[in-house]
């Protein structure tokens, strides 16, 4: 039975097209929002933001980036497993909709909490079954499926580009409201454009696993998952009610350092159980030892990474002089050159990797890994030079901020993509959807890591500033020097890996 309609546009499946621009208005949608988070968390009450302060709002934006990609675990398993990826897809958009909408018209904190939450659950099920639809429109695999990968990843771009543009200048000039419910519009417009163009996608996704896989929950199986996912919904619905109702009290400081030990705690137990309780050889033990440590450089360079969105983000706001012409830049709008860098600079840097790959030079995993940890460090060098600036008096130009970002961006083009795509070859094939969700779980590590750090900044205290940025620089170098001696190590632990 053929996986998509038979139908195509421009030599890819025309379901493409519909998962394209699903996935466009989500990222629209999310970044949208997620440069706006921060600012509205710390704006005075009487402008109408929430006046938290630095460090509670800091702990408040790690726990919700991390809470998205973590989501992407059991929502992925409920995609693939009980519901099919289309109607995940379906599900969580809808839901990521009425969260957005509740930040919105969030009258108080704790609807405003309420919103967060909901987009968390609704980007768990949509985002991972995005992506597997994109995979089975392509049942033989191949350079087809790297193509329509790569045409989908310019998607995520595009809606990362658009959405700190238009809910920044929509925010800056009628109200945080007016930012938050252009989110829910371009999800309601990715929502409606699903629909209309689902028929495309033919018998992908249509259903959880078939019969025959081994994987399939049939029967016994799916009604004892529809159990666990009741159950779990009815501990979410207590647990807001209680939080709601002030009998239960949450210290967001308190709540990040408790949700970041038990992550780690969790990705400790897992390569635990892969070195010493899943029957693996001596070779594939080395070689889960080898992705241990990568996992660890990832949640590392994510922690740094992930400032743009916190104190990246309030030094945009604070301390930079955004005046250009007649126009005042957005503070939000310094969130869209990171994926602009992106589209510009990706694809030479795909013909860089081609390029030394044909003259057997191309860099290993590893050294990729140091280039982007050296690289994010190298942007921090930039921020602390530019608060020095601030804590002489001054506001500095935005060209600070851009270098910083582009020093980011080719950063993550060292590191990003190899991350994922090593963790599918450095275990047996039994467990590469395991590895593919923990591996997630160094971004969701990282993100909590990175509110962490942001909290650390004191807006009172400037001559500490050009410190605090340093600090990120060394912990990077640090990162990155350690890898570098394991580098042989690595190499030998690997066992031939790429």
């Not at 421009?10 to 990222?27: D, I, K, S, V, Y």
């Not at 350079?143 to 543009?165: E, H, M, Q, W």
Request: aromatic share 12%.
């Amino acid at each position: 039975m053929s996986c998509a309609s038979g139908r195509t546009i421009l030599g890819q499946p025309a379901g493409l097209a519909t998962l394209f621009f699903t996935e466009m208005w989500e990222r629209l949608s999310f970044y949208g929002m997620r440069a706006l988070l921060i600012l509205f968390l710390v704006d005075q009450v009487a402008h109408g933001g929430l006046g938290l302060d630095d460090r509670t709002a800091s702990a408040i934006y790690g726990m919700y980036v991390g809470g998205t990609y973590l989501a992407c675990l059991p929502g992925g398993w409920i995609g693939d497993r009980v519901l099919g990826s289309q109607r995940a897809v379906l599900i969580g958009g809808i839901v990521i909709t009425l969260g957005h909408l509740l930040l919105g018209f969030a009258p108080s904190s704790q609807v405003f909490f309420l919103g967060l939450l909901v987009i968390v659950i609704g980007t768990g099920l949509l985002k991972p079954s995005a992506s597997a639809l994109v995979a089975q429109l392509y049942p033989e695999g191949g350079a087809g499926r790297d193509a329509g990968f790569t045409i989908y990843y310019v998607s995520v771009n595009v809606g990362a580009t658009l959405g700190p543009l238009i809910a920044g200048l929509l925010a800056e000039r009628y109200g945080w409201p007016a930012g938050f419910m252009t989110a829910a519009a371009g999800m309601s417009a990715g929502v409606l454009q699903f629909i209309w163009g689902r028929r495309l996608l033919g018998d992908a996704g249509r259903s959880p696993m078939s019969a025959s896989s081994d994987a399939a929950l049939t029967g016994r199986a799916a009604r004892a998952a529809l159990r666990w996912m009741c159950l779990a919904a009815v501990l979410i619905a207590l647990l807001v009610f209680l939080i709601w109702s002030g009998r239960l009290h949450v210290a967001p400081v308190a709540l990040q350092a408790v949700t970041t030990q038990a992550i780690l705690g969790i990705a400790i137990l897992y390569f635990a159980y892969l070195m010493f309780g899943a029957g693996l050889t001596r070779i594939e033990r080395l070689r889960v030892l080898a992705l241990a440590v990568l996992f660890l450089a990832s949640a590392l360079f994510w922690a740094g990474y992930e400032q743009a969105g916190s104190s990246l983000n309030l030094f945009a706001e604070r301390y930079t002089d955004r005046h250009w012409a007649s126009l005042t830049v957005p503070a939000s709008w310094f969130q869209s050159l990171n994926p602009v860098f992106i589209v510009v600079f990706g694809p030479l840097f795909s013909a860089l990797w081609i390029w030394l790959a044909r003259r057997h030079r191309e860099p290993s995993t590893p050294l990729k890994f140091i280039f982007g940890l050296v690289g994010m460090g190298l942007g921090f060098v930039v921020m602390a030079a530019a608060a020095r600036l601030v804590a002489g008096g001054h506001l500095v130009g935005m060209g600070w901020l851009s270098v910083t970002y582009l020093l980011h961006t080719w950063a993550e083009l060292a590191l990003g993509p190899v991350g994922l795509s090593v963790a599918t070859k450095l275990v047996p094939p039994r467990f590469v959807s395991q590895t593919l969700g923990i591996f997630f779980v160094s971004l969701s590590l990282g993100n909590l890591l990175a509110g962490r750090i942001a909290g650390g900044f004191d807006a009172n205290n400037l001559a500490a500033m050009p410190g605090q940025f340093m600090f990120i620089f060394w912990f990077a170098a640090v990162s990155a020097g350690l890898l570098a001696l394991l580098l042989p190590l690595m190499r030998r632990w690997m066992g031939g890996v790429e």
